[in-house]
């Protein structure tokens, strides 16, 4: 099962959704993997395995969000989970840019 969708915010903010469960696509490791005794690597969101959903909160430069009042990623979702998280974000204030990092250098008086 695969399921993602991004979705993005006039407040900056952006949603990542997903729903994955699914074997790797190992060749060549398959047979160290049966040798060693090791079932088959797995790549699940939190949640995927079961049917549910786990949602990243991305702020305006696309990385995960970890200052945001919800949550950076939240897993274990349903349906009504996630609407109700896509309604908290899409409600949030608009997501203030970091100001040092638009700050210019001034020059030195020393050149």
Excluded: W
């Excluded at 997903?18 to 049966?34: I, M, N, R, Y």
């Excluded at 060693?36 to 690597?41: A, G, V």
């Excluded at 203030?96 to 990092?101: G, V």
């Amino acid at each position: 099962m695969r399921y993602q969708q991004t979705r993005s915010f006039a407040n900056g903010y952006g949603l990542s959704i997903v729903c994955q469960c699914s074997e790797l696509p190992l060749s060549g490791l398959s047979g160290f993997l049966a040798e060693m005794n090791m079932p088959p690597m797995r790549i699940e969101s939190y949640g995927g395995a079961r049917g549910l959903f786990e949602v990243a909160i991305r702020g305006p430069d696309g990385e995960i969000d970890h200052t945001n009042p919800i949550g950076s990623v939240i897993g274990d979702l349903d349906f009504g989970d996630v609407a109700r998280i896509i309604a908290r974000v899409a409600a949030l204030p608009p997501k203030k840019e970091d100001e040092s990092a638009h700050k210019e250098t001034e020059p030195s008086a020393d050149t």
